[in-house]
């Protein structure tokens, strides 16, 4: 029966080519990812010698406003303490140390307890932690399993905020706060903890005030981000800055980087309103969105929001896709009553490919050209899940194979969110180049499209999506920039 299957598959996909069986078509895909990302970053470290970016642009990726608004709020020191405002509700906070009249200069130290900077008014600021005490809802007593540093990156990484960037934010206050007093020298010692160091490094760059940067911590290497704390993780940084990068951007500003284990004193505890602070702001944030999408709308064509969103939210695909004539592998798979069933796979560009279930309708009639749907799966799931009846998920409910029952072209692609935190490495991986794991489903879902609408069955003007949780997610992701989708689901 097989090569007669065969024969088949090639007279109703012409152009194509036997597809060998694969042990396991989504760990491969995903394996191809972490190959052409592996390639992207060593490209991208042998550009970044050559590379001019900015502190605008750091400042940019940090999530930073381009004006402080810090100068215009209230600065309160009294005694020990100082508060100064960053913006309503968000406070640089911590303790004060060394003369208040005839200093020589100002400093700002990050995550110690103790310390002293001789002749200098010094500021010890209190940043963001990595205790787990406060992270969840208060309001319901209800707590979280994570990190502060984690739990704020969640929630705010999609909001265009990032927890290095508020604490950047806390130093700019602070600086802003020097500005206001009889002119000095200002400094900045960052030490004890990788957090530390980091947001003293980045303050430095974006603050040309800070005239000399002294940090004293753990040795830091910012080229492979994908190796550090997810909170650490930042878009479009690795694409440009690592440590050379930024050290340039300092000059011919003072930057010492002393290596040195971590200081074995604890920095102060994080009380609950400190961190709170961190959360309204992001929740005002989130809040005030809806109210400015139509004015964001109103200022660009559709077109050129569509260019943003590719960019800053999914992520760009810079290959050339590859051509496909003669290259896609097709497979017999399925023989029922009312379809007949391939699995696909097909080129996209260096180690990319997409793969997917096409299902056909027996009752086509010659020279018919019918709608097609794309049916997509959820997270962990296989093409297999939305067709087979005993590999079915209760959520999937055979839905690919019904639609072909009732006359639907339908195409069941694999996505690459599988095998657990193999897949979310992508994300790691892909995000400091200005990537996501959106970025190759994207590139996937293109190029399936154009080799799709080649056959002589398919209405290109009719091509829908219908995807189910993660699929969902694409649904949302995909059709923006890719408008041979007519109807989402």
Request: glycine letters at 6%; one cysteine or more; charged letters at 25%.
């Amino acid at each position: 029966m097989l090569p007669v299957l065969v024969l088949l598959a090639q007279v109703t996909l012409p152009g194509t080519k036997p597809l060998a069986p694969m042990e396991d078509p989504a760990r491969a895909m995903v394996d191809g990812l972490h190959a052409y990302l592996e390639d992207r970053h060593a490209i991208a470290a042998t550009q970044r010698a050559v590379a001019t970016p900015t502190p605008e642009l750091l400042r940019e990726v940090l999530g930073i406003p381009a004006e402080s608004r810090a100068a215009k709020l209230p600065a309160v020191v009294q005694g020990a303490r100082f508060r100064i405002a960053v913006e309503p509700g968000f406070e640089a906070t911590g303790t004060v140390q060394g003369p208040d009249v005839d200093a020589q200069c100002y400093a700002i130290h990050l995550g110690i307890r103790q310390f002293t900077t001789p002749d200098c008014l010094t500021f010890q600021l209190m940043v963001l932690d990595r205790a787990v005490e406060f992270s969840g809802n208060a309001a319901i007593g209800k707590k979280a399993v994570l990190e502060h540093r984690e739990f704020i990156y969640r929630m705010a990484y999609p909001m265009g905020i990032h927890p290095l960037g508020l604490d950047v934010r806390k130093v700019r206050a602070v600086v802003d706060y020097f500005q206001t007093l009889p002119a000095k020298q200002i400094r900045l010692v960052a030490a004890q903890d990788e957090d530390a160091m980091l947001t003293g490094l980045l303050a430095c760059v974006i603050d040309a005030r800070i005239e000399n940067c002294r940090l004293v911590g753990p040795e830091l290497s910012l080229d492979r981000l994908d190796t550090h704390p997810v909170d650490h993780n930042l878009w479009r940084f690795s694409a440009h800055f690592d440590l050379t990068v930024l050290k340039r951007l300092m000059e011919p500003r003072v930057l010492t980087l002393v290596a040195r284990k971590p200081n074995q004193r604890v920095a102060p505890a994080m009380r609950r309103e400190e961190f709170e602070q961190y959360v309204n702001l992001i929740q005002r944030r989130v809040r005030e969105a809806g109210k400015q999408r139509p004015a964001w709308f109103a200022g660009q064509t559709l077109e050129q929001a569509r260019e943003v969103f590719a960019r800053d939210l999914v992520g760009v695909f810079s290959e050339e896709l590859e051509a496909f004539a003669g290259r896609v592998e097709v497979r017999p798979r399925y023989q029922e009553a009312a379809f007949t069933g391939y699995e696909v796979k097909i080129p996209v560009a260096k180690q990319v490919f997409a793969y997917g279930h096409l299902l056909i309708p027996k009752n086509l009639k010659p020279g018919e050209r019918r709608a097609l749907v794309v049916a997509q799966h959820g997270l962990e799931g296989r093409p297999e899940y939305t067709i087979e009846r005993e590999k079915e998920r209760i959520v999937y409910d055979q839905f690919a194979a019904k639609m072909a029952q009732q006359g639907f072209i339908v195409y069941a692609p694999q996505n690459p969110y599988t095998h657990g935190d193999h897949f979310r490495m992508v994300q790691r991986k892909a995000n400091p180049l200005g990537m996501s794991l959106y970025t190759f489903i994207t590139a996937q879902h293109r190029q399936t499209l154009n080799w799709l609408e080649t056959l002589p069955f398919v209405d290109r003007e009719r091509m829908g999506f219908y995807g189910l949780s993660y699929g969902g997610r694409t649904a949302m992701m995909v059709p923006p920039v890719e408008p041979r989708y007519r109807v989402v689901v």
